[in-house]
Every structure is written in structure tokens, then in C-alpha cells.
């Protein structure tokens, strides 16, 4: 009797004081995965992932929660740096994050940035006033924009485009720093003349902004843009296509990258295995999350090692699922 009284005490005393501590230091660490803004569309896709992950069984002792982030360079810097299992992110910020080039060069090469899967085209975007007098990537010069804070990919994408033009974002005047809400409303106010983003389609930000104030998207095409595709592989030819936002019925050409999951070498390859089978097994499902994967195929989900390399574990399901040889 006194050491079951003994007991009871024990229990009542952590209940009181130390069994939250108990239970916290106990609690599994989840699975994260960075995302991007909620209103892109990289936020509702990383929830995709995560519930596809979520609904086998074997993983309800360690969740995946998807997290909001600044998208695709703050994503890479957060799988670098630890404090992400997962991030979503552009094929052009991985390669250049790899190779320390860009924006990462000051860090240098990360080598141990591996891809998992791949996802949906990705088009760089530009929306503009229909009386501003934009008709082509050439006419904003002069022109008032709004551009993406730090840490959103498509500024990465969005500098070596204006590069080949041979133009800078150095006029504040001229350019505003804007967050995805915030640059519809600066359209619509009449504050700027257009707005740039990369993204996929349809997406809610796009459908805002023509709806909301008539704003006509914009061909990004010609001879620079063919310099800059050939010179940079991990750019592809891309159109918008036309219909699926009002006022804009034809298709516009663009470019584009994909959108890709990433993680790094540090990760286990039983865990890289698992998210790739949760999602490729729960195919079905998993396009029907969201409008940007209702067209993927299996055959488009599988990563390209020509732009980083895959990671081990994910590399094994595509060889025994066979897709990659």
C-alpha cells in the first residue's frame, strides 16, 4: 500500500507541476515544409503534400505541417540551415543555390541540396494596368512597378530577365517592394503601372487583379528572351494559356521554370522515400488539392538530376516504381 501511495504521489505532483514539461520533451518533432504567402499558391500545394504524407498511417507519430515562408530563396535558406525538413522552390533558385551562384554566392555552394519531386510549370508574370500602354516586356521602361520583397524566387528569375535587357530595379521612384496582396492593390489604386511575379496558373492573385481592375497580363518574349533560354537550360519556353482569367482570352508567352521540392543530404532516405510514395500512391487525390495539379502527370512529377541532384530515398522509389532506370 505505501509504495502504491508512493506512487500516486509521484503522478499527482508531475500532473501539477511537470508533466506538460514531460510531455512537450516527449512530443515528436514534426515534419516541416516551407511554403510561400498565403494567396500563392506554394502554401496550399505544401498542405497537399503534407496531408498526402499525413493520411498513412505509420506517419501520425510524426506529422508534417506546412509552413508560410517568403518562398523559394527563403526556403533553400531554411533546408540549409535546418530549421525545415522540406521547401518548395523554383528550378532556377535550386540550381543556383547549388552552385553558390547569384544571390547565394556570398554563402557559396550548397552540396547538399537534393531534390524530391517535381511539380507543376511555373510562368514569370507580368500583370499591367489596360491603360498603361503595356504590350510587351520592352514597354516598361519609364513605367511605375511593383516587384517582390526579398526572398520570394521569381526576383531571382526577375534579375536575370532585366538583365538581358540590360536594365536594373535601382529607380525607388520607379520600383516599389511590394508583397503579393499588396501589389494587386497597388495596381488597382493606380499606384503602379504593373506588377511582376512568377507563378502557376490559375492562381487567386491573378484572378484578383483582372477582375478587380481590368489589368491585362503581358507577353514576355523576343530576342533577348530567346538569348536568355538559350543560355540558361533550367528557363523553358511558356504561355499562359488564355480563357481562364477574364478579359485575357488568347494565350501569352512567357517563360517559365517548375516548381520543385526540395530537401537536404542530411535527411534520411527512408523519410525522402516516404513523401515521395505518399504522394505518388494518393496520385489521384493529390491533383484534385488544388487547380495547378489537376493537369500533372506521374511522368512530369519526376525530378531531373541536370539540375541538382535527387535525393537517395527518392531516387529509390522512381527505380522501384520504375521511372527512372
Known sequence: MRVNLGIAAVILTCSLAGCMVLSVALAPTPVTLAT??????YHPVGN??????????????????????????????????????????????????????????AS??????????????????????????????????????GIGKSGAGYTFTRDIVLGFYGWAISDPERVQELGPAEQNRALCDNDVD?????????????QEATTGCQAR????????????????????????????????????????????????SDQSDELAYAVVKAVFENFADFRRLHPALAKLTIKDMVPSSSVIPIHPGALRYYREAGLIR
Open 108 to 145: 557559396g555552394p550548397d552540396s547538399k541540396l537534393r531534390m524530391v519531386i517535381a511539380l507543376y510549370a511555373e510562368a514569370f508574370t507580368l500583370v499591367a494596368r489596360a491603360d498603361s500602354g503595356i504590350r510587351d516586356f520592352q514597354d516598361l521602361r519609364n513605367k511605375r512597378i
Open 36 to 41: 510561400g504567402t498565403p494567396g500563392g499558391i
Open 48 to 105: 497537399a503534400i503534407c496531408r498526402m504524407f499525413n493520411l498513412a498511417d505509420e506517419h501520425q507519430a510524426r506529422p508534417c505541417v506546412a509552413v508560410s515562408s517568403d518562398g523559394s530563396v527563403a526556403n533553400v535558406e531554411r533546408v540549409e540551415s535546418g530549421n525545415s525538413t522540406f521547401g518548395l522552390s523554383q528550378t532556377d533558385v535550386a540550381y543556383a543555390a547549388f552552385h553558390g551562384e547569384g544571390s547565394f554566392a
Open 194 to 206: 504593373a506588377i511582376i511575379f512568377e507563378a502557376g496558373h490559375p492562381n487567386g492573385l491573378t
Open 217 to 264: 497580363l503581358v507577353r514576355v518574349a523576343g530576342p533577348q528572351i530567346d538569348r536568355l533560354l538559350a543560355a540558361h537550360p533550367y528557363f523553358v519556353a511558356s504561355a499562359i494559356p488564355g480563357g481562364i482569367y477574364d478579359g485575357n482570352p488568347s494565350d501569352v508567352e512567357t517563360i517559365g521554370t517548375q516548381a520543385v521540392l526540395l530537401t537536404s
